[in-house]
């Protein structure tokens, strides 16, 4: 247990600060709303009127932003194998070819049905 104990102290402290940031900056923030404080942001154009109870948001807005985590973490597992391939031998390169298989058959599947297109 003592090798956890600083980690655990860490932890406490971490929790701590958070806890008392979020406090104090509710006890001494701002407190004039107004509509426009209330409004959402669109980067310095009049906001569109959505109606009551948000609006319907297209579904390619979330397939767009799958498609952006899949190929980052496609980087991710990248990046390692590039250092590390002269000590993967055979066996390193058929896993990421197994690997970059399986993405360009997501990637080729999502072209194919018009995920990439934007309309």
């Known amino acids: 247990m003592e090798l ?13 600060f958070a806890i008392f940031s979020v406090a104090v900056s509710t006890l001494t923030g701002p407190k004039r709303y107004n509509r426009a ?13 959505q109606p009551f109870g948000g609006g319907r948001i297209p579904v390619k807005y979330y397939t ?3 498609t952006f985590i899949i190929f980052d973490v496609e980087i991710m597992f990248l990046v390692p194998w590039a250092v590390y391939f002269d000590q993967l031998s055979w066996f390193g390169l058929i896993a990421v070819v197994l690997f970059l298989f399986n993405i ?11 995920g990439l297109d934007w309309d």
């Open 37 to 49: 404080r209330l409004d959402s942001y669109e980067c310095g154009i009049e906001p569109t009127p």
């Open 4 to 16: 956890y104990t600083p980690v655990l102290a860490l932890l406490a402290l971490a929790a701590g």
């Open 64 to 66: 767009v932003a799958m």
């Open 104 to 114: 360009t058959l997501a990637y080729a599947y999502e072209w194919r049905r018009g």
